[in-house]
């Protein structure tokens, strides 16, 4: 079966633009996870989605930072105005309840200059 | 705290041989998941093993098996006649339910040497 994609897997921009990532799941999973990984450390839940409905968005900056997933499939992640901190991997993943564990995608590294 | 702590920043190995990880975490539930995963420089996080906190017997996929111990709250990976394809970066996690948020320690870089 085809694994979690991610597009685009870099991207440069400078702060103050607005940068989007998009993410497609595993077929037939239903929760949705994105994640921020920093360099040298393990990733941190920004946002988990159970179907259409964001379930855990606590640490998500909601200043910047907003996130869809329409129809309970594909998911976008997106951050406006970036800044020199969002440098990070952002990591999506999905899961199904019935298994648990997570399947990440390749991953998106967004560099802020 | 929900914490996962991995005290080995690197870890060296050689080819054939074998190494173990080491793990320990904090939790107040007693129904969670741990999990280690390899992440190579490609970045792709790849899931190596599983286990359930209610299930005594350590789990164990190939070379790769775990001892768990519930509790001292600690859930070490050993790898047996390592590879050079085991070189990556391996994390240690934890879930406090089906579905929910995994909470990764630092990683411990793992070199091998041919």
């Known amino acids: 079966e085809a694994g979690v994609v991610q597009s685009p897997r870099y991207k440069i921009i400078e702060k103050k633009q607005p940068v989007a990532f998009w993410c497609n799941p595993i077929s037939g999973h239903n929760t949705l996870y994105w994640y921020r990984q920093n360099l040298g450390q393990g990733p941190e839940l920004l946002i988990r989605y159970e179907n259409e409905e964001a379930v855990d968005d606590s640490q998500l900056p909601k200043d910047r930072f907003s996130a869809e997933r329409l129809k309970g499939v594909d998911s976008t992640l997106k951050i406006q105005p970036a800044e020199l901190g969002d440098s990070a991997v952002y990591l999506c993943?999905?899961?199904?309840?019935?298994?648990?564990?997570?399947?990440f995608g390749p991953g998106t590294r967004l560099t802020v200059t | 705290a929900q914490t996962v702590t991995q005290s080995q920043p690197e870890m060296s190995v050689q080819e054939a041989e074998t190494v173990t990880l080491s793990c320990t975490y904090d939790t107040s539930e007693s129904d969670y998941y741990l999990f280690w995963y390899k992440q190579p420089p490609s970045r792709q996080m790849i899931l190596v093993i599983r286990q359930e906190a209610y299930k005594q017997q350590n789990a164990t996929e190939n070379r790769f098996s775990v001892n768990f111990q519930k509790a001292a709250k600690s859930f070490s990976l050993k790898i047996s006649d390592s590879q050079l394809g085991d070189a990556a970066m391996y994390f240690c996690a934890r879930t406090y339910n089906q579905g929910g948020k995994l909470i990764f320690g630092q990683g411990t870089e793992l070199s091998v040497k041919p």
């Open positions: 993943a999905s899961s199904t309840r019935a298994k648990g564990e997570q399947y």
